[in-house]
């Protein structure tokens, strides 16, 4: 049946008509979710009829429950019990107090024995402080990033818990009258790849969904469409989504706090720490080559305070008339596919943005999901749905690299690999640790250069976003977790950089830019490309225009700007290029992708692509399955209902 929208105070009526008569509560909004405030917090969940489960059936919404303020300990005495109930043997490492939401994270090496038999700790801790307990293993290797933005949320909790509040008022607005409809604008990344940017328009509320940033020379199209009419007033914006942490997705968002945006970012919490981490990083790039940065680090900070965690599953509200859960894309860690059901009854639109998708098990995560209701609009990334982007699978990928190794340490040589720090970075190095040991070639050291080991820490600590066995690995510790293996060294100074530059022994080197646009790669390039020893190796994507593009290209020499001064660089080493580590899926896995589906969405749009790509993909998909597709420009706006 058709479910009408409540406002907020017949949702306020609706709950009291379910809570049992002498429970002390009071309701509040947190962003999309309901939170019950209450001095009893045991009442709602110990209670034989779950009564938060009870509430959430009623009125369809998120229900979380959060103690009162005046049951709560101060922080002394959370650290106090916390010692006194948890036994030595859960070894806890770290605790985190988040008053926005009243909750104290556990960061411990032995999750089981901080829990306790059927829960009785984290109980009897519970009852005795009055916060939320949420137990976490301590990742082996620590995250400066998560570790800053926790901080920064603790000090920022006041203003934060008052954010989350102003976004669900602002969800629960009065419905507008008139007919429904939903269009969607193509503000970046159509017929291109990079500045992704989509803003979805209702007859109620726009939401836009990623915000990137375009790998390229050309100064002019390195920001999506921010002029684009229907993008301002930045106060009419409801909301915006994120799909994943590359810099084509997340780069120009702190952009817009810088102009005025104050309302909800929603994504995942791998893709929040990640994204913090490489917008940081742009910033100083950008001032590395003498460019005026677009944005600034209080801009980033503001960024974070508004970011509203989602786990995959979750379904919440993020507009009036928009209900949104994110999913697992494969693409890189906490990466996501976006479904949204728009309006109700026979008005409902449901549109799945796919996100960057890989739908293959690699080494770090499930295949994207498909396990979707129905969609009407798909909008979905084609990299390589060319007719000839046909790539290996993983398992030939690994075996390929595997061998190269072999024979360019045989010879003495050194391989140096230009790679994105979030995502391929991780998946080579799982498989040079797979290969050492294996025994079938001695060990030699991998040098991690740029901020491969920063982003590394983020994958250890979301373990829950990795695919089984990894987690498993990681969770076991110690030798078993891939990551720590005694091979993998992070270059930690510019002086180790040089030593490094000028050792003759054979060795691996992992170096971000990913597309040799910048960053230490770029050293290791202009001092060993010279040497026919050597074996620069690519394992990601290189957008046109690049340093790198033009050396997988085959040009044997390339001008190198250097202090200012350009110099050609003689290009001597052997050139390898191994396909199947991209972490996008190639045109049979897009067409098995849209196969999945079921049923088959009724509009296809075709978006993240160079123009020749999109073109030929949407005529592929509307061949195949017999559904209206589409390629539009950027600026095009095409509506959906």
């Given at each position: ?39 009893q917090p045991e009442r709602f969940v110990t209670s034989t009829d779950n009564l938060t489960v009870k509430i959430a059936k009623q009125v369809k919404r998120r229900i ?13 005495e959370v650290h106090n019990a916390v010692n006194d109930i948890m036994p030595p043997e859960a070894e806890i490492r770290k605790i985190w107090l988040d008053p926005a ?105 726009k939401v836009l969904v990623d915000c990137g940033a375009k790998p390229t020379s050309n100064k002019n199209e390195i920001q999506p469409f921010f002029s684009a009419p ?412």
């Amino acid at each position: 049946g058709i479910i009408m929208r409540l406002s907020y105070a017949e949702l306020k009526k609706k709950i009291a008509g379910i809570i049992p008569k002498g429970i002390d509560y009071e309701i509040d909004l947190e962003a999309g979710s309901i939170s019950v405030i209450t001095k009893q917090p045991e009442r709602f969940v110990t209670s034989t009829d779950n009564l938060t489960v009870k509430i959430a059936k009623q009125v369809k919404r998120r229900i979380v429950i959060r103690p009162h303020p005046d049951i709560l300990c101060d922080e002394k005495e959370v650290h106090n019990a916390v010692n006194d109930i948890m036994p030595p043997e859960a070894e806890i490492r770290k605790i985190w107090l988040d008053p926005a939401l009243s909750e104290v994270i556990l960061e411990c090496d032995n999750p089981s024995e901080a829990v306790g038999p059927k829960g009785v700790n984290i109980q009897s801790l519970r009852d005795k402080i009055g916060w939320l307990v949420k137990v976490v293993r301590a990742p082996s290797i620590e995250s400066r990033t998560q570790h800053d933005i926790r901080r920064y949320r603790k000090e920022m909790s006041d203003e934060r818990k008052s954010l989350l509040r102003k976004f669900g008022t602002r969800i629960y607005r009065t419905k507008r009258p008139g007919e429904p409809w939903v269009r969607i604008t193509a503000l970046g990344s159509y017929r291109e790849v990079g500045r992704a940017m989509h803003l979805i328009t209702t007859n109620e509320s726009k939401v836009l969904v990623d915000c990137g940033a375009k790998p390229t020379s050309n100064k002019n199209e390195i920001q999506p469409f921010f002029s684009a009419p229907e993008l301002m007033p930045l106060d009419n914006l409801d909301a915006i989504v994120i799909t994943h942490a590359h810099v084509d997705h997340i780069a120009m968002l702190p952009v817009l706090f810088r102009y005025g945006y104050r309302g909800p970012v929603y994504c995942t919490p791998p893709t929040r720490d990640l994204m913090t981490l490489l917008q940081i990083d742009y910033v100083k790039v950008s001032q590395a080559e003498g460019n005026e940065p677009p944005y600034s680090k209080a801009d980033i900070q503001e960024c974070i305070k508004h970011v509203v965690d989602v786990n995959w599953g979750e379904k919440t509200d993020i507009a009036p008339d928009v209900k949104m859960t994110m999913e697992n894309a494969g693409h890189i860690l906490g990466s996501s596919s976006v479904y949204m059901n728009i309006g109700e009854g026979n008005d409902e639109h449901k549109i799945l943005f796919s996100g960057d998708i890989k739908y293959e098990k690699s080494w770090l995560f499930d295949a994207a999901t498909v396990r979707f209701p129905k969609v009407d609009t798909l909008v979905v990334e084609s990299t390589y749905g060319g007719p000839q982007d046909i790539q290996p699978t993983r398992d030939a990928a690994s075996h390929e690299l595997q061998e190269m190794i072999i024979d360019v340490i045989g010879r003495g040589g050194k391989i140096f690999c230009p790679v994105f720090a979030v995502g391929r970075s991780q998946e080579v190095m799982i498989a040079i640790d797979e290969l050492f040991k294996s025994g079938k070639v001695s060990p030699v050291t991998v040098w991690l250069d740029g901020m491969i080991s920063e982003a590394t820490a983020i994958h250890a600590s979301h373990p829950n976003f990795l695919n089984r066995d990894l987690r498993k690995k990681l969770l076991k510790g110690g030798e078993h977790n891939p990551f720590h293996s005694k091979w993998f060294k992070t270059v930690e100074s510019y002086q180790q950089r040089e030593s490094i530059l000028l050792d003759p022994t054979p060795c691996i080197v992992l170096a971000t830019s990913g597309m040799m646009t910048g960053g230490p790669i770029v050293e290791y390039f202009k001092h060993w490309a010279p040497e026919p020893n050597n074996t620069l190796c690519f394992v990601g994507y290189q957008a046109s225009g690049t340093l790198g593009s033009r050396l997988r290209d085959g040009h044997s020499s390339v001008p190198l700007v250097d202090k200012g001064q350009t110099l050609m660089v003689e290009v001597r080493c052997s050139m390898r290029k191994i396909d199947g580590f991209s972490g996008h899926s190639d045109r049979n896995q897009l067409m098995d992708y849209v196969s999945a589906l079921n049923p088959t969405p009724r509009k296809i749009i075709c978006h993240h692509g160079d123009a020749q790509t999109c073109n030929a993909f949407r005529q592929g998909l509307r061949e195949k399955f017999r559904v209206q597709t589409y390629a539009p420009a950027n600026l095009e706006t095409l509506r959906l209902l």
